[in-house]
């Protein structure tokens, strides 16, 4: 490929709407073009690393025995009133009418479809199991979309939905995608974790999250140095409290405490640790008569560490919130405990509530808490003497650095991370409400257990460069860089020495296999270098007529300070000897 040929628009600025550095150099890189709110145009520069994203997907899905497909962007809505998510989902799903007035969709997924497919295809348990995958246009009609690629509307997906006979095969298919999804990360030549993530009303530990690490990910990764285990937040858990609780050594007592509503703020006050302090979340859930009418409300009081946040997740797990459950207004709890909030506790409630506590709370002693009276709280409360035990105890916090790991063998840590794919375990979810059975062995008919596994192929490159990027521009691995090597001539249209050898070492990486580009635009050597290190091509070599005269080309990687002087007879094997690294 020439530089003369190919379309290559770098910019020196961004455009002022692009926040993340992704977004900035992609732009700048001439790699998207903005279209519309979250919607772009992927040139010829971005396209080519797409596509080799694409490919490595392609190839370690057809190696786990997936089978390709492609299915329609647009659906009818009739699959998703089946499953109930056409009514369900939030404006995030764009609904369309056609000229005859017939709802459709336009998929961020695909599940309702390929449950259709297997329900008139897989008959038999003689066919399973079955996977079937497809590259393909989603769309998702955010809110606020930022970021570029990294939170579009419209976007490229991988989506596979494997279709088995029991539960035991589906785990089986699972671990089947599990293992080739680690595959493709390898490949990609990223730092990533594969992470425990929460599987939702299905229940059960199969699910998963690959997290490209990045320090300016929106999501929060918890791992242990010391052992394997890691976890995205909302699934992570620290090691239980250990031992008896503390006997009480305070009295209990109300104290002053004007204008400070936060724990932190009372701990200061009173000059005591934070992690002394509890906070007091109230929640409400309600119970609906036959005409869907609010019946009856039950409050709920649930206590966390002062230095310990809320995890909603863990929350919806507890017995009695499962269903659903909402922040109390201001009213209910004013009419529950007589103040306002920022003074809340469990000791002189008005009206009944229930009680959950954190595993934490549940074994300390001595502890402070709002005093259910505007300026004031309660130091030295004590389960048992001062309160009775807690209705719930649960784990329903955020771990935090330093907290023991669950598995005993050391302490979390917590690093950024880019969700870019993700596998599950569906069970039933989708072939029951679809009446999607089989015949199995016995001749009855059975609902498939299903699993989903997606990869956010537009999203990669963005991940790839928050982890890969200096101040010059981007850094790409090799497998997804849109060109491996770059051959940069130096005054090729005054010299017929430097343009025959720049010919001769483009031709000769092209018959070996090398994704190379020759830049042949006769820019000054300043202007060009900028061009290459802000895209990001791994690999330059420099040729000059001076450099011919010594004998001598110039190779320089991407990350390198400096170039390194390689014999011109010796560019070629040298060349090769750094990308099989």
């Not at 550095?21 to 040139?43: D, P, W």
């Not at 009480?248 to 405490?257: E, G, L, N």
Request: proline share 5%; with cysteine.
């Amino acid at each position: 490929m020439k530089a003369s040929q190919f379309l290559i628009s770098t910019l020196k600025e961004a455009p002022a709407d692009a926040e993340v550095a992704s977004h900035r150099l992609m732009m700048r890189a001439g790699m998207i073009k903005r279209l519309g709110a979250g919607i772009y145009t992927y040139m010829p520069m971005g396209l080519r690393v797409i596509r080799k994203v694409e490919a490595i997907v392609r190839e370690e899905m057809n190696r786990a025995g997936a089978v390709e497909c492609t299915m329609p962007v647009v659906q009818p809505a009739e699959l998703w009133q089946e499953t109930g998510r056409f009514e369900k989902m939030g404006p995030e799903l764009l609904r369309i009418k056609d000229r005859h007035e017939r709802d459709f969709v336009v998929q961020p997924t695909s599940e309702e479809v390929v449950t259709d497919i297997a329900r008139q295809e897989l008959r038999s348990y003689k066919q399973l199991p079955k996977n079937l995958y497809q590259i393909q246009t989603k769309f998702r009609d955010e809110r606020r979309p930022r970021f570029g690629l990294m939170r579009g509307r419209e976007f490229i997906m991988k989506d596979a939905y494997s279709f088995d006979r029991d539960v035991a095969s589906a785990k089986r298919s699972y671990e089947a995608m599990s293992t080739a999804y680690r595959a493709i990360f390898d490949r990609f030549g990223l730092r990533y974790r594969a992470v425990a993530a929460d599987s939702g009303a299905i229940g059960g530990d199969l699910s998963e999250e690959f997290q490209v690490i990045a320090s300016t990910g929106e999501d929060a990764i918890v791992y242990c140095a010391a052992s394997d285990y890691a976890a995205n937040m909302e699934k992570a858990e620290a090691l239980a409290p250990q031992g008896p609780r503390a006997a009480a050594a305070q009295d209990m007592k109300k104290v002053p405490t004007p204008g400070k509503s936060t724990c932190a703020d009372v701990a200061q006050l009173l000059g005591v640790p934070l992690a002394a302090t509890v906070k007091s979340l109230v929640l409400a859930t309600d119970a609906l008569n036959e005409r869907g009418e609010i019946a009856n409300t039950t409050v709920w009081l649930l206590l966390v560490r002062g230095d310990h946040d809320m995890n909603e997740i863990k929350v919806s797990k507890v017995p009695g919130l499962a269903d659903g459950f909402r922040f109390a207004t201001v009213a209910e709890i004013e009419a529950h405990f007589g103040t306002k909030p920022g003074y809340l506790g469990p000791i002189g409630t008005k009206l009944p509530v229930k009680v959950v506590a954190d595993r934490e709370v549940a074994v300390m002693a001595d502890w402070i808490c709002g005093a259910n009276e505007e300026g004031f709280h309660i130091a030295g409360v004590n389960w048992g003497r001062d309160l009775p035990e807690p209705a719930a105890v649960a784990d329903i916090r955020n771990v935090v650095e330093g907290d023991a790991s669950p598995d005993g063998k050391g302490t979390l840590a917590i690093e950024r991370g880019i969700e870019v794919g993700h596998v599950f375990y569906l069970g039933t979810k989708y072939s029951e409400p679809m009446k999607a059975t089989f015949l199995d062995e016995d001749g009855k008919p059975k609902p498939f257990e299903m699993g989903c596994y997606g990869i956010g192929i537009t999203r990669l490159p963005a991940a790839a460069i928050e982890q890969n990027h200096d101040e010059r521009g981007i850094v790409w691995p090799d497998a997804i860089a849109p060109f491996t090597v770059v051959v940069c001539p130096i005054g090729m249209d005054r010299s017929a020495d430097v343009k025959a050898a720049a010919q001769k070492l483009h031709d000769d990486l092209q018959s070996a296999g090398v994704d190379v580009i020759l830049d042949d635009r006769g820019e000054r050597p300043g202007a060009m270098f900028a061009d290459w290190e802000l895209i990001g091509v791994p690999h330059r070599v420099v040729i000059s007529d001076r450099g011919l005269k010594e004998g001598q080309l110039e190779y320089q990687h991407r990350r390198d300070a400096a170039a390194t002087k390689v014999p011109a007879g010796e560019v070629f094997g040298f060349l090769k000897g750094r990308l099989a690294r």
